[in-house]
Antibody, heavy 125, light 106 residues
């Protein structure tokens, strides 16, 4: 079964750090871009970061640049999100997702086809 | 790239045809996906590349559009379709979700 399981969430004070993990199983993890998406309480979805199959390319939403780092270990089939200098507004459920890409002949299309259940991060004093 | 959706919410009856519109602030070709999210659950992919139905998704869901305007249609609403629907532009370097459309069953 294709599965993603997040862990590492919790309560942290503003300015603190947290490291989220996402364990993949049931598919060839090394062959996919991976992504983190978050959802603040009662709010919509917000893309946070992407990482290429080999880790050579990483992209972030502006609000987390310089504070968050995304990484992966293809041997352990795991994705990570290191979150530093956390702010109250980082409070959210954090989802990891697999990014599927397909070539249409002249263009790559990307979409998030497998999602974990999420892990909750609460930033509060 | 900013994404907008309309309406922000709607209430419809079982069997109704439901249309949700998504607009991009600039041309995105067909780089547009649709997701369904039920309360307390992770999102679920419905449509990718603007019009391609994800495997396992019921045929009553369809998508269309290109450029800056896109549409998700539920041809005949069922009780289990009560959810929030999000569009997403999929530039791999910077992805953006729309604000969501909440669909309720009358």
């Amino acid at each position: 079964e294709v599965q993603l399981v997040e862990s590492g969430g919790g309560l942290v004070q503003p300015g603190g750090s947290l490291r989220l993990s996402c364990a993949a199983s049931g598919f060839s993890f090394r062959n996919y871009w991976m992504t983190w998406v978050r959802q603040a309480p009662g709010k919509g979805l917000e893309w946070v970061a992407n990482i290429k199959e080999d880790g050579s390319e990483k992209y972030f939403v502006d609000s987390v640049k310089g504070r968050f780092a995304i990484s992966r270990d293809n041997v352990k089939k795991s994705l990570y999100l290191q979150m530093d200098s956390l702010r109250v507004e980082d409070t959210a459920v954090y989802y990891c997702a697999r990014v599927f890409d397909f070539w249409s002949g002249d263009h790559y299309y990307y979409y998030m086809d497998v999602w974990g259940k999420g892990t909750t991060v609460t930033v509060s004093s | 790239i900013q994404m907008t959706q309309s309406p922000s919410s709607l209430s419809a009856s079982v069997g109704d045809r439901v249309t949700i519109t998504c607009r991009a602030s600039q041309i995105i070709s067909k780089d547009l996906n649709w997701y369904q999210q039920k309360p307390g659950k992770a999102p679920n992919l419905l449509i990718y590349a603007a019009a391609k139905l994800q495997s396992g998704v019921p045929l009553r869901f369809s998508g269309s559009g290109s450029g800056t305007e896109f549409t998700l249609i539920i041809s005949s609403l069922e009780p289990g379709d009560s959810a929030t629907y999000y569009c997403q532009q999929n530039n791999i370097t910077h992805q953006t979700f729309g604000p969501g459309t909440k669909v309720e069953i009358k």
